[in-house]
């Protein structure tokens, strides 16, 4: 009932710049928070950054304050993550998250499938 697609996963070499954006879609009664948490190869997936949806409070985890920022579109359902200064380290899948509460169902947690963002060195 509800979806998230995420867009703009790519190559980049170190230093450089990408966006990712996710969008909810579906029968959403509200939205809560959305955020991303990325998994590298051989790793275990990790917390990147949050953004609750009333507020826009933002969490970021250490190893990307200063580089990544979150931010939202209320009304498009959309999270980005603007990610600058990009490291090799970053290199990881990267997965969108979103608190919803659906028109059928209570708050409970969605996922997207996961966008590819390698840096290179």
């Known amino acids: 009932q509800v979806q998230l697609v995420e867009s703009g996963g790519g190559l980049v070499q170190a230093g450089g710049s990408l966006i990712l954006s996710c969008a909810a879609s579906?029968?959403?009664?509200?939205?809560?928070?959305m955020g991303w948490f990325r998994q590298a190869p051989g790793e275990e997936r990790t917390f990147v950054a949050r953004?609750?949806?009333?507020?826009?409070?933002?969490a970021y985890a250490d190893s990307v304050k200063g580089r990544f920022n979150i931010s939202r579109d209320n009304a498009k359902n959309t999270v980005y993550l603007q990610m600058n200064s990009l490291k090799p380290e970053d290199t990881a899948v990267y997965s969108c998250?979103?608190?919803?509460?659906?028109?059928?169902?209570?708050?409970?947690?969605?996922w997207g499938q996961g966008a590819q963002v390698t840096v290179s060195s």
């Open positions: 953004i609750t949806w009333s507020g826009g409070n933002t």
């Open positions: 998250n979103a608190e919803i509460s659906s028109f059928t169902s209570p708050k409970k947690d969605y």
């Open positions: 579906g029968r959403i009664f509200r939205n809560y928070a």
